[in-house]
């Protein structure tokens, strides 16, 4: 067993003379996880281009060993589900059903 600590950073913001921010060109999260039975810290495989806001993403849920978020791809503006698998350190995308407009993940039972 080990227990990890999973980074995830966006660069490329800035912020205008007004204080809105600026959309960067790019949405590349920059994954890091640190394994405790390790004791180290290791870059996690690149994500897909998407565009996670975290004041509009919210909070993410567990389950399943994955950490899952919502977010929309850049290349063709569709709504999904990300996840990051924690075993195997990689990203995977749930669709969402057509008939959602708006919804919230939560954890049940």
């Known amino acids: 067993d080990d227990y990890k600590v999973v980074t995830m950073s966006y660069y490329g913001f800035d912020f205008d003379d007004n204080g809105n921010m600026i959309e960067p060109d790019s949405t590349e999260m920059l994954v890091n996880v640190y394994s405790l039975k390790s004791g180290s810290w290791k870059k996690a ?20 060993g994955c950490i899952h978020w919502f977010s929309r791809r ?30 919230k993940l939560a954890v049940l039972g």
């Open 45 to 64: 495989e690149s994500s897909p281009d998407y565009q996670s806001d975290p004041s509009k993403v919210g909070p993410a849920v567990f389950v399943d």
């Open 74 to 103: 850049t290349i063709d503006q569709k709504d999904t589900i990300v996840a990051f698998d924690l075993a195997e350190e990689k990203f995977r995308e749930v669709p969402l059903p057509n008939s959602i407009d708006s919804c």
